[in-house]
């Protein structure tokens, strides 16, 4: 940081100049190139949508490729242009861009914009990931489900322009921090996965009784006071969603707890539906599709629709999050009992699933060390996914300060 704020100092005393990317460079809107179009060979060629999934803040080669014919018809980024994603259902994600900087071009699909400038392509695309310019496109998103920006609207964002070395030196540095960033990350994640396959493994180990006498086999069916499903109220109606009713779907039975819930329904929505409250502190099983056989835990009383089976644990007989640990340690073999092309579950199948029940007091220490140990694991709070997360912030801390600058007189 020294060597810029010297560099800034010798070479532009009075201050950094800041343009408008408008006055700096032009935006090429990109047309005509379909996911149909993409080839595993050809032309360079890179749909807007790889720009969100696929690539970082710069790239030298394309994923995916075109045929000749369809390329000579569309619009062709150079090296050192930014490949700019205009459109996406997220806010942040509106105007992700990639510096291209491979040696031959590349086209470019619709919903993006080229943008051609005199500037470092590696600074203009670590600008657009900058606070500044965040906060600035903010003002200019429009469209309701699909957010989107234009490239006039992009022309009025203000950037810094500092001499030519001085944006070489940043590059450097965020070079330098993103390199360290994705080191950290590949270790942490490792370590992460370590950790998740050290719980797996000692989960099982403890859930393992055999030769001991004082373990009887039930079924969730048996140990639960009432087994239940949910229920949708009919769609369309404005007056049955929207209230104050928290209504649980499957994507929110994650193996965690529920404390809210992304969709609530009214009084007459629930009279006008199977849906029907459930206690806080049952376990809920997802049974539909991709999250059948995940389980939770709601911390709060609920509803929820059709797709979930609730069980309310007798705690005469087990334990809830006794439970809850043991569903989670048997996912996979729940899961493998689903049929149809979705390998759905049902109510039946849930409730007629094995459990082994030592004593409540043995069910109690079990759930104490899994409890820990799942908290390291998983909560964001802690652990690993917290540290790799500060050290995100002190990175982007650190690039925006960057990117600060005294504005010279005008």
Partial sequence: MNNVDEMVEHLCPAGVEHRTLGQVGEFIRGHGLQKADLRNDGVPAVHYGQ???FYGVWATETKSFTDEAIAAKLRHARPGDLLIATTSEDDNAVAKATAWLGEAETVLSGDAYIYRHELDPKY?????????????KRRFISGTKVRRISGQSLSKIRIPVPPMEVQ????AILDQFTQLEAELKAELEAELEARRCQYDHYRRKIFSFESRSDVKWSTLGEISSRVSSGGTPPTGRSDYYGGNIPWVRTQEVDFGYITTTEKTITEIGLKNSSAKWIPANSVIVAMYGATAAKVAINSIPVTTNQACCNLEINPAQSEFRYVFHWISCEYESLKSLGEGSQSNLNAKKVKNYPIPLPPLEEQRRIVRLLDNFDALVNDLSIGLPAELGARRKQYEHYRDRLFTFKEAAA
Avoid: K, L, M, R
Avoid at 124 to 136: G, I, L, M, P, R
Avoid at 168 to 171: F, M
């Fill in 168 to 171: 070489w030196e940043i590059v």
């Fill in 124 to 136: 203009v695309a670590y600008f657009f990931n900058s606070t500044s310019f965040q906060d600035q």
């Fill in 51 to 53: 720009i969100h999934t």
